[in-house]
């Protein structure tokens, strides 16, 4: 597939494609040197609930996949991460959009953990839980280049949000996760 010309709506209309979505940045604001701790600090970035939809009507699974030291350094207990993913499932779901797994990584980034990104451990975990998923007819976006370092290491495409400069080969860029939604459209 080359990189540059890679037609997405085309491989996607197959039907039996996976979206995998980094959270923070991505889907919300990410807080720079923090964490979102609580619901109150969770902000949808501009136009992300409108895109639900139309990834609903392209993408059999979607799942968000994200990194959250913030347990691990004990900045927020795991209930608390639930507790605000319980609340963004339920706004997501409303758009309608059904996400079919949140995966998250509590480990600090020093344990090296199998689970946390660019490690492929969340990938395998959701095609261990829902075993039609084809890692290669997967998508992967996010906005840090250890979520597209996961992608390949998971063996998916991948999607980079924003401009910073990157070191991999992604199969495509888009401004935000809205433009790539309305790109499909
Ligand atoms: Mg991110």
Request: aromatic share 10%; with cysteine.
């Amino acid at each position: 597939m080359s990189l540059a010309n890679w037609d997405i709506k085309k491989d996607i209309a197959q039907g039996d494609w996976a979206l995998f979505l980094d959270r923070d940045g991505v889907i919300n604001r990410r807080i720079v040197a923090d964490y979102v701790k609580r619901w109150e600090d969770f902000e949808f970035l501009p136009g992300v609930l409108e895109s639900f939809p139309v990834f609903a009507k392209y993408f059999k699974h979607i799942f968000i996949i994200t990194n959250q030291q913030g347990v691990g350094k004990g900045m927020m207990t795991a209930m608390d991460l639930e507790k605000i993913h319980r609340q963004m499932k339920q706004e997501i779901e409303n758009t309608p959009c059904k996400i079919n797994g949140i995966y998250f990584c509590p480990s600090l980034a020093a344990e090296n953990s199998p689970r946390r990104k660019p490690n492929p451990g969340m990938a395998l975990e959701a095609k261990s839980d829902f075993p039609n998923v084809d890692l290669a007819k997967s998508i992967m976006v996010g906005d840090s280049p250890s979520d597209i370092e996961f992608g390949i290491n998971a063996g998916m495409q991948t999607i980079f949000i924003g401009d910073r400069k990157l070191l991999f080969p992604t199969n495509a860029r888009f401004s935000s996760l809205s433009e790539f939604a309305k790109s499909l459209k």
